[in-house]
């Protein structure tokens, strides 16, 4: 076995998309894409300097650098992910660029145990559309989380909003297939859809929910992103017998035909960028200091003196 095919043969835990050099690199371009969304939604989610920040579904930590560059050398980032290949990779890039403050955690963020109420920010790109059950991982990060701190996502809304303009048959046939495709193969891609209800069932409150659509024209970063994800992922789908590979090679000839014409626009999936937030603990209510002297006062002789009786509690019979 040749260096390359041993270092991209599968691992035990690799999630659906792989996590071979391949992968690495489209995650890498991904991240180029996306890295603006990443810093808006973290500003609007308060992250700032000096913030313990976990960063889940980490991947080779293009997201984790970013975060560490927010918190600065006096917070601290833990990095989280299944893939001891992607940790890896992380932990090189992170020993190259000196950033000492982003530790690692290898595990399944369903298993994630970490201190109660130790971190003042969660982040989490693309983790939980390749979970079949999420409410346990939210769990999990609810305890990690410090009351009052925040819990950012940027997850799938609606993968099947994909499409070109003007509209192609054969694109449209091949993003149908893979929305097909992707419960069988365990994803639940539109997880932006299910947050509001695992927050409630989690004791998170929805700060922030905003859809995100892009459009893009030929060449563009909006064009290129999803384009070159299917080109490679189609043949991935054909190999589990889920795309025939005839359509493969009509999708290959339409994206060539869209991209030389180059009149068309792609419209990304659509995605959301997610706020929400551990509600802070309920303060002890203060008692003014002339309530307590107006509860101290000794009662009147004269006054009738009625047993206190507390609102929705119905009082006992009197002894006659
Ligand atoms: C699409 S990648 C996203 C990586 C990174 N968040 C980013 O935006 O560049 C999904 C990542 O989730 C990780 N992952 C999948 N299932 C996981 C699980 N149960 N617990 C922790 N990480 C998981 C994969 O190993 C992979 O690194």
Known sequence: MSNRARRDAGEPDEYVLGT????LRRLRFQHFVWTEQLHALCARAGFRDGDAALDLGCGPGFTSFELARIVGP????????VSARFLRALESQRDRDGLSWVATRLGGIEGLDVEPASFDRAYSRWLFSWLPDSLEPFRRVHRALRPGATFALHE???WGAM?????SEVFDHAVAACVRAWPRLGATIDIARDVPRLAAATGFVVDDFQ???RVGTVGSLEWRWPGEFLAVWLRKLAAQ???DTADCDAFDDEWRRLTAAGDSRLV???MAGIVLRKPPQPRARRVSARAVQRRARPASKTRDVRPIRRRGVPALPRDR
């Open 211 to 213: 859809p995100i659509a």
């Open 163 to 167: 499409t070109v303009v003007p509209r």
């Open 74 to 81: 006096r917070g601290q980032v833990l990095a989280c992910d």
């Open 268 to 270: 990304t999936p659509t």
């Open 20 to 23: 071979d050099a391949e992968e």
């Open 241 to 243: 017998g889920l795309f």
């Open 156 to 158: 799938y809304l609606d």
